[in-house]
């Protein structure tokens, strides 16, 4: 082989070498955002999203992952921000609406937060309501009446939340405290019953069955 061959036989991986990634970048280039936020990866899949958005601003599957995230880590306003950025590039997506829905719930917005649970209701068809976020929206409609002190309505929304889904301590406890201040002593006592069935340390509870006991005695 003469020199010069050999030469630019020896360059040519040494200069492949310099572009091609190292394998962390090339690892969160190809990683999944949505699989990230399953594996309790929350804020990699936070960066990974917004990495992916720069090149893909316009998918509406990544912006979804990326508001779940964004709720799970707390940054609420964030969170309400990329809703509506991912509302922009569909009105109607029920994943966007109903994160935008918690978001604002978790920054106190409470009346906006109500009619986007309702809406996000609205769009899902009653037999597939247990396999998506519908009982959730009803917790969180629920929470919503109790801080505006509308003790029937929740009432209303917990009991059709527990209903769909009947394994959540915290979701009989407020139904039992919404129903503790209607004086519906029986069927509070009955919501924490099955609170503490579900978590015998739930202190919440613990505390609303003493208090709805004395009553009823």
Same mark, same amino acid.
């Given at each position: 082989?003469?020199?010069?061959?050999?030469?630019?036989?020896?360059?040519?991986?040494?200069?492949?070498?310099?572009?091609?990634?190292?394998?962390?970048?090339?690892?969160?280039?190809?990683?999944?955002?949505?699989?990230?936020?399953?594996?309790?990866?929350? %804020?990699? &899949?936070?960066?990974?999203?917004?990495?992916?958005?720069?090149?893909?601003?316009?998918?509406?599957?990544?912006?979804?992952?990326?508001?779940w995230a964004l709720i799970e880590d707390g940054k609420y306003a964030? &969170?309400?921000?990329?809703?509506?950025?991912?509302?922009?590039?569909?009105?109607?997506?029920? %994943?966007?609406?109903?994160?935008?829905?918690?978001?604002?719930?978790?920054?106190?917005?409470?009346?906006?937060?109500?009619?986007?649970?309702?809406?996000?209701?609205?769009?899902?068809?009653?037999a597939a309501a247990y396999r998506t976020r519908v009982p959730a929206?009803?917790?969180?409609?629920?929470?919503?009446?109790?801080?505006?002190?509308?003790?029937?309505? $929740?009432?209303?929304?917990?009991?059709? $939340?527990?209903?769909?889904?009947?394994? %959540?301590?915290? /979701? /009989?406890? %407020?139904?039992?405290?919404?129903?503790?201040?209607?004086?519906?002593y029986t069927g509070s006592l009955a919501a924490y019953d099955k609170?503490?069935?579900?978590?015998?340390? /739930?202190?919440?509870?613990?505390?609303?069955?003493?208090?709805?006991?004395?009553?009823?005695?």
């Amino acid at each position: 082989m003469r020199t010069a061959d050999f030469r630019v036989t020896l360059f040519f991986p040494l200069l492949l070498g310099c572009f091609a990634l190292p394998p962390r970048a090339k690892e969160k280039e190809n990683a999944d955002p949505l699989q990230l936020y399953r594996s309790g990866r929350v %804020r990699e &899949a936070i960066a990974v999203s917004q990495a992916k958005l720069r090149e893909e601003p316009e998918n509406l599957s990544i912006y979804e992952v990326l508001c779940w995230a964004l709720i799970e880590d707390g940054k609420y306003a964030e &969170a309400e921000r990329c809703a509506e950025e991912a509302l922009k590039i569909d009105r109607h997506s029920d %994943r966007a609406i109903e994160s935008l829905a918690e978001a604002k719930f978790s920054l106190g917005k409470n009346d906006e937060a109500l009619l986007l649970f309702e809406e996000y209701i609205g769009l899902i068809p009653a037999a597939a309501a247990y396999r998506t976020r519908v009982p959730a929206a009803y917790y969180f409609m629920g929470e919503i009446y109790i801080r505006q002190a509308r003790y029937h309505h $929740a009432n209303a929304a917990l009991s059709t $939340a527990v209903r769909i889904d009947q394994n %959540r301590a915290l /979701w /009989w406890t %407020r139904l039992g405290y919404a129903r503790e201040m209607l004086r519906e002593y029986t069927g509070s006592l009955a919501a924490y019953d099955k609170a503490l069935e579900l978590d015998p340390s /739930w202190v919440d509870a613990k505390n609303g069955r003493t208090r709805v006991s004395s009553q009823i005695r």
